[in-house]
């Protein structure tokens, strides 16, 4: 009886009405793709700054002329009444790296040294203002053995400086696996008021590589939320659109990895976070938004820092309050996008107005970056798409009147900006630099892309090194100057339709790593240390 009955609704499944939507997860290929028609004016961004897979709702014409308009991205199959459902079926990737970890902005997956694997699967459910997604990950990392630096940390793979970051350079010596919930939520939505609970990752603002605030580099955290989606506000009286707005209050839990101390009391670090975006109708395709973060102890009685607040006089207070604030500019005309967003992790000294007006880049990080549609042949539907992004996250020069200091660490708060030992925010340069050119090619089964990245990923580091020390002697110079550690990449990778359901990808990477270890191991500090790394991946995904 059980199987006639599944019978009878897998046809009823597959043979209903056909929705033309999509929702789609952080950074997969489908959400870029349908990013790079927004550019182009063919479709809207469903979100201004706050992303997730849920805010992530497309919609495109059918009678539209675009690359894949003969691809299945995944659609909604309605089921009874208002009801509809999407499957994800299946969505594999495997990579294998040489000598190094490398990879980022891949959630729960930590890309050690050797064979790495991510699954995920799952399904969505839509219908009278209820969501739930279930879209459980699970991760599988060889975990090779690779030299590192000596930790600072109880656990002898923590981090090798700071003044407290949960962020081990290797996790364990033995290869592991690991799951969670991934993208599953439950939510209601009443227009675009809207309330969930889940642990849908998080993507800040308008960046594509590195996220000041949050990005998801770091595997996803048990949160609720509330909020304003994308909202047309019309001033009543007048009827005057004045643009659209977009609002998002949340709280989650952050959880401390497996390598950072045995202190069972303090597994937990209490995040709240604020996005505000404002779109003027009166200069269309701007962007403005603010964002704030905030991480305090795991105590009820912090809830009350969801909002922010200056509490630097009260010597009780223990939190660390970050923000951002930037814009986007779509020219759809030409195919352009240019964005830009500057965080700042501490007050100014003596506030406002002297001290900004004295010194405003105290604690500044910034990325900016653009992006700009190619026409290559487009009776063909070949197009091509520029992308570069420059991000700094280096400490300010004042601090080296006051003591060593990165945008992620904070003394009383001794996790970090992290979750389970992932950066939170950018992935490639949380205490340095990056810098990232790409460009791809869409045509009708799929894309081809080419990029170099170059990065410091933590020269806070060697700052360090020179507070309350003096370069006359020339030791400094000798040890530190020349000893940045910097990762060069050049890569390729394509993705392609074999048939109108099924994707296959695959990519290389070639990884130049330059003073792996700084200055540590080294008999000549004037000859550069050299890692070589070459990355490999595929990847497959099945869409019903």
């Given at each position: 009886m059980l199987k006639k009955y599944f019978t009878l609704f897998a046809l009823f499944y597959f043979l209903s009405p056909v929705i033309p939507s999509s929702q789609e997860a952080l950074k997969s290929f489908e959400e870029e793709y349908f990013d790079f028609l927004s550019l182009q004016g063919l479709t809207k961004r469903p979100t201004l700054n706050y992303r997730t897979l849920s805010d992530s709702a497309w919609k495109i014409n059918e009678e539209d002329n675009h690359p894949w308009q003969e691809n299945n991205l995944?659609?909604?199959h309605k089921l009874f009444g208002d009801f509809r459902a999407r499957i994800y079926c299946l969505d594999l990737f495997m990579s294998y790296n040489t000598n190094a970890p490398y990879g980022q902005n891949d959630g729960l997956l930590w890309q050690g040294r050797g064979f790495n694997a991510l699954l995920k699967s799952g399904a969505r459910f839509e219908g009278y203002g209820l969501e739930l997604t279930v879209l459980p990950h699970f991760a599988f990392s060889q975990n090779a053995y690779f030299e590192i630096m000596p930790s600072v940390y109880e656990s002898e793979y923590g981090y090798f400086w700071g003044y407290g970051v949960d962020a081990p350079q290797r996790f364990g010596d033995k290869p592991f696996f690991d799951w969670c919930f991934g993208d599953s939520e439950i939510r209601y939505s009443w227009k675009t008021l809207t309330v969930g609970f889940g642990t849908q990752a998080i993507w800040l603002g308008p960046s594509n590589i590195n996220s000041i605030l949050h990005s998801n580099n770091a595997p996803a955290y048990p949160k609720l939320d509330i909020g304003l989606r994308r909202q047309r506000v019309t001033i009543p009286w007048i009827n005057w659109y004045a643009g659209d707005v977009e609002v998002r209050f949340w709280t989650g839990r952050l959880s401390e990895s497996d390598y950072f101390d045995s202190d069972n009391s303090n597994d937990f670090t209490m995040f709240h976070g604020l996005a505000f975006?404002?779109?003027?109708?009166?200069?269309?395709?701007?962007?403005?938004?603010?964002?704030?973060?905030?991480?305090?102890?795991?105590?009820?009685?912090n809830m009350k820092y969801i909002f922010p607040t200056n509490e630097k006089e009260n010597i009780n207070a223990i939190d660390d309050q970050k923000a951002s604030f930037g814009l986007s500019w779509v020219f759809p005309q030409v195919g352009l996008e240019i964005y830009g967003e500057l965080g700042i992790d501490d007050f100014v000294p003596d506030n406002f107005p002297h001290g900004y007006i004295r010194y405003p880049l105290h604690s500044m990080t910034y990325t900016a970056g653009l992006k700009k549609i190619i026409p290559i042949t487009p009776s063909k539907n070949i197009f091509g798409e520029l992308l570069f992004e420059w991000n700094s996250m280096e400490m300010s020069q004042d601090f080296q009147f006051q003591w060593p200091y990165s945008p992620y660490f904070h003394h009383q708060l001794i996790h970090g900006y992290t979750n389970k030992g992932q950066w939170l925010g950018v992935g490639s340069g949380w205490g340095g630099n990056s810098q990232y050119l790409g460009f791809k090619l869409y045509y009708l089964k799929g894309y081809s892309s080419i990029f170099i990245h170059r990065n410091n990923p933590d020269n806070n580091f060697l700052y360090s090194k020179a507070v309350n020390d003096s370069a006359e002697d020339g030791e400094m110079n000798i040890k530190y100057f020349s000893n940045w550690k910097s990762n060069f990449s050049i890569g390729i990778d394509t993705n392609y339709f074999l048939l109108n359901a099924l994707s296959l990808g695959a990519g290389f990477a070639y990884n130049h790593i330059i003073n792996p270890y700084y200055y540590l191991y080294k008999t000549d500090f004037w000859k550069d240390d050299l890692t070589r790394n070459v990355s490999l991946y595929i990847s497959l995904k099945i869409f019903i």
């Open positions: 995944g659609v909604f975006s404002y779109a003027p109708s009166f200069l269309p395709g701007l962007t403005l938004f603010v964002n704030r973060t905030c991480l305090v102890p795991w105590e009820w009685k």
